[in-house]
Nanobody, 123 residues
C-alpha cells in the first residue's frame, strides 16, 4: 500500500520561508516523478513543481520559478519543497503526488496523492 504523507505546512509572514516534506512508503519510486500541487479556496488544483525521482531533473510552474526548490532524498524516500519569498498568493493546500507518467504537469496523470498540508501566508 503506497502512502504519501506531507508535513511542514503552517502560517508564515510574507517574505518568509517554509519547507514541505513528503514521506513516501509502500514502494520504490525509481522511474517515477514526484510532484507538488496546490489548491487555493475556490480555485482549481494547480501544478507547482516536479522532480524525476531517478534523474533528479526538476520542473517548475512559472509562478514559483526562482522562489521554490524541489528536491528528493532517495535514501529516505522523501521529497521536499523549499518555499522562499512567500507571498499571500501562495496560500493554499499543498499536495504531493507521484506518477510514472512523463506528463508530470497534469494532476490527472498522478495516481498516488498525499492528504495535503495547509500553507497560509499573511501580508
Amino acid at each position: 500500500q503506497v502512502q504519501l504523507v506531507e508535513s511542514g505546512g503552517g502560517l508564515v509572514q510574507a517574505g518568509g520561508s517554509l519547507r514541505l516534506s513528503c514521506a513516501a512508503s509502500g514502494r520504490t519510486f525509481s522511474g517515477y516523478y514526484m510532484g507538488w500541487f496546490r489548491q487555493a479556496p475556490g480555485k482549481e488544483r494547480e501544478f507547482v513543481a516536479a522532480i524525476g525521482w531517478s534523474s533528479g531533473r526538476t520542473y517548475y510552474a512559472d509562478s514559483v520559478k526562482g522562489r521554490f526548490t524541489i528536491s528528493r532524498d532517495k535514501a529516505k524516500n522523501t521529497g521536499y519543497l523549499q518555499m522562499d519569498s512567500l507571498t499571500p498568493e501562495d496560500t493554499a493546500v499543498y499536495y504531493c503526488a507521484a506518477t510514472s507518467s512523463a506528463r508530470w504537469g497534469l494532476s490527472s496523470s498522478y495516481i498516488y496523492w498525499g492528504q495535503g498540508t495547509q500553507v497560509t501566508v499573511s501580508s
